[in-house]
């Protein structure tokens, strides 16, 4: 491979390497016009100085002005003038491929934040779209309920507790969305303190069974642990948000399982520092599609259901906050006609060390 096909060739060795080959066939020239031994030595000496400098000259401010505007592009910082002069003259010159990796990464970098915002600006359509619709449906039912009772239906005994109690229902469910919003909000923001707390995961999930106990009993579904996960495990994490989120699961396991299903809670050691607990059901399940987005804000797999069931579309949106705010992952493995099962990782405490 000969010289000037490298790919780091600086512009000193490109006028070097070009003065050189002028020069000798300039001198080789010479010998024709005046065959003494001092002339191609004359020729070759003053032509490798002009053509070098020139070439040199030219090159360097060609290429320094080139590569400066091409840094205006790609940087949004901007150097004073004693940065400069360190640029120009203290360091040594990149190379164009430097200079070209450079753009391509700043093109990349460029490449992933149209995506990114791409993603944001799709993410906050949907987000709003479907922040209006859960906020339309309840203030809808309000406003028909309260034009009916204006109209005349107050005085009516046979409807007017009804439609209040309608009505009474319908605001609880803005609240609730409100609420929930505020909460996603300050996890996002980090204003919820995480308070660490060393607890029994199966005592929990007990609790947690028994506020839903008659709720299961009106759709027959059992509520059960999985059989060799019974062994009290510790876990160190923020006991009411774990609380929070394991009635967020079961709650909606119980809203979209299968009447006379089974809702199975399953806690297992993964190493020694992580819990696992998995919430299972035998329910309708998620279609693949849907999975990569079940735990966005407002995102329903099934819309039509999901209205008729009620919720503010919040609920594992919110799981997904607490247990990232723990610094732990949360997943959720599901087929049709199979069952969803929604787990998470819990730090094990130094407390479990003790009851082994």
């Known amino acids: 491979m000969s010289v000037l096909d490298t790919k780091n060739i600086t512009p000193g060795s490109l006028s070097f390497f070009t003065a050189l080959i002028i020069s000798v066939i300039n001198a080789a020239l010479s010998l024709l016009v005046h065959p003494l031994w001092y002339t191609p030595v004359i020729v070759f000496t003053i032509t490798f100085v002009i053509i070098y400098s020139l070439y040199y000259y ?113 605001i609880d469910r803005l609240v609730r969305l409100v609420d929930d919003l505020d909460e996603i909000s300050k996890l996002e923001s980090g204003k919820i303190p995480i308070i660490q707390e060393s607890f029994i995961i199966q005592e929990l999930i007990s609790d947690v069974y028994e506020e839903f106990m008659l709720k299961a009993k009106e759709k027959t579904t059992e509520l059960l642990f999985k059989k060799g996960t019974e062994r009290p495990l510790w876990v160190k994490a923020d006991r009411a948000k774990i609380k929070q989120v394991l009635v967020n699961l079961v709650e909606n396991a119980l809203k979209y399982g299968n009447e006379g299903g089974t809702i199975t809670a399953g806690c297992y050691v993964v190493d020694e520092k992580s819990i696992y ?80």
């Open 58 to 170: 030219t090159l360097q401010r060609f290429i320094y002005r080139k590569i400066k505007l091409i840094y205006k592009f790609i940087y949004q910082t901007k150097a004073t003038k004693k940065e400069e002069i360190f640029y120009k003259h203290i360091l040594p010159q990149k190379t164009i491929e430097e200079v070209s990796d450079d753009v391509e990464k700043w093109a990349q970098q460029r490449n992933d934040q149209i995506e990114l915002l791409q993603k944001n600006e799709q993410f906050r359509k949907e987000f709003l779209m479907n922040l209006a619709h859960e906020l339309r449906t309840p203030i809808f039912s309000v406003q028909g309920y309260v034009d009916t009772l204006l109209n005349g239906a107050l005085e009516d005994e046979n409807v007017n507790r009804k439609f209040l109690s309608n009505t009474s229902k319908s």
């Open 277 to 356: 607990i998995e919430i299972s059901d035998n329910g309708p399940g998620i279609a693949e599609e849907h999975l990569p987005r079940i735990f966005e804000r407002f995102y329903r797999a099934d819309r039509s259901r999901a209205r008729h069931i009620g919720g503010t579309g919040l609920g594992l949106a919110i799981v997904k906050h607490i247990i990232e705010a723990h610094g732990q992952t949360v997943n959720v493995r599901s087929k049709l006609g199979v069952g969803s099962s929604f787990g998470f990782t819990l730090d094990k405490s130094e407390a479990t060390q003790r009851f082994i």
